[in-house]
């Protein structure tokens, strides 16, 4: 967005998937993205934190957020 950066949701998503892979020894692509929502912008320079959690043998829900606040959030499923 010309005068407003923002981190793309694809980057947002490829940051989830490789942040999953490397925590949980997951291999190949992804099978399907459930869930997938985009709540609150993210602008440079804000601090984000991402949040994994294993939900099933091949799913794992991420997190994006700003202090207590969701920016964004899904499910994978490897």
Do not use: D, W
């Not at 949701?9 to 099978?31: D, I, N, P, S, T």
């Not at 869930?35 to 799913?59: S, W």
């Amino acid at each position: 967005f010309p005068g407003h950066p923002v981190l793309p949701g694809v980057k947002q998503l490829g940051l989830a998937v490789e942040y999953a892979k490397q925590r949980y020894g997951f291999e190949g692509a992804v099978r399907e993205v459930r869930r997938m929502k985009f709540i609150r912008v993210i602008e440079p320079r804000r601090t984000v934190t991402l949040v994994l959690e294993r939900r099933g043998e091949r799913e794992v829900g991420y997190e994006f957020r700003e202090g207590n606040v969701i920016c964004a959030s899904g499910l994978l499923v490897f």
